[in-house]
């Protein structure tokens, strides 16, 4: 099922998909029961639609956020986020199926997918309801780095990932909410807010389980989480950060701010 997902290219039907799967995997733990995880070979890249076209990061245009065309293109960089997410979830489920993890690990990440499907197809409408559209604008190419890099090491992935990548959501979302309700733009708004609910829980999901495999190999987590994002991720992190959300997802301040522009944790 989730190799289905990662090889379907169109953004609507890809997440149509993701939801049914999820609400199948779902209505047999309710019922009790569960699927056999079994083995799969994921692609190397998710299949993607023709558009949008996928530009350097630093070939991707800029625009002013206040502008109607820079809410624009405020929304459909947050839907291209929100369509790889799908897709790193259900490469998640696929990808490390050697290492053996309780069926929570599943669920969670079931659910995870379903709700950035969710997300997705909220923002696609938003887009739709300003004569826009997903794929009208280019989109950054490298959303999928993370995943290439972290394709042979889980906790990798669950420190970059959902501990890292997702928990910058938590810091920017706010703003973004105040540029759109000020806009009286309320689809936008609700989409948002959302969102920025839901993925508290996806960067709990992967700090929970970055702790779990932490714990069953004896590892010091803070210092695992430093090394392996030090490994990984292709930046500095970034303050300010949404210290009460992250602290709500199960990242304290000394996780992130000893990576933070090559600064020590304050205090």
């Known amino acids: 099922m989730a190799v289905e997902v990662l090889c379907t290219a169109d953004g609507r039907e890809k997440t149509a998909l993701s939801r049914r799967h999820a609400a199948t995997w779902q209505a047999a733990r309710a019922a009790g029961t569960m699927l056999p995880v079994g083995r799969a070979c994921p692609p190397d890249r998710p299949a993607r639609p023709v558009k949008p076209d996928l530009l350097d990061p630093r070939d991707v245009p800029r625009r002013r956020p206040g502008s109607a065309q820079g809410r624009i293109a405020m929304l459909h960089a947050v839907a291209h986020i929100e369509l790889n997410a799908v897709d790193l979830h259900w490469d998640i489920i696929a990808r490390f199926t050697d290492t053996a993890m309780p069926p929570g690990f599943y669920d969670d990440w079931v659910k995870a997918a379903d709700e950035e499907s969710r997300h997705f197809n909220m923002l696609c409408d938003c887009l739709e309801e300003l004569d826009s559209h997903y794929g009208a604008l280019p989109a ?55 969102i920025y609910a839901e993925e508290v829980h996806h960067v709990a999901y992967g700090s929970k389980w970055f702790h779990f495999l932490c714990g069953r190999h004896a590892l010091d987590p803070k210092e695992v989480f430093h090394d392996l994002v030090r490994r990984y991720f292709h930046g500095i992190l970034k303050p300010p950060f949404n210290e009460e959300k992250r602290a709500e997802a199960g990242l304290p301040p000394d996780f992130y701010w000893p990576l933070a522009e090559g600064r020590a944790f304050p205090g």
């Open 140 to 194: 950054h190419a490298g959303m999928w780095r993370a995943a290439e890099d972290t394709a042979t090491d889980l906790m990798g992935r669950l420190a970059v990932v959902p501990m890292v990548l997702e928990a910058r959501g938590l810091d920017v979302t706010p703003g973004m909410i105040a540029l759109f309700d000020g806009a009286g733009l309320g689809s936008a708004v609700e989409a948002l807010r959302v």
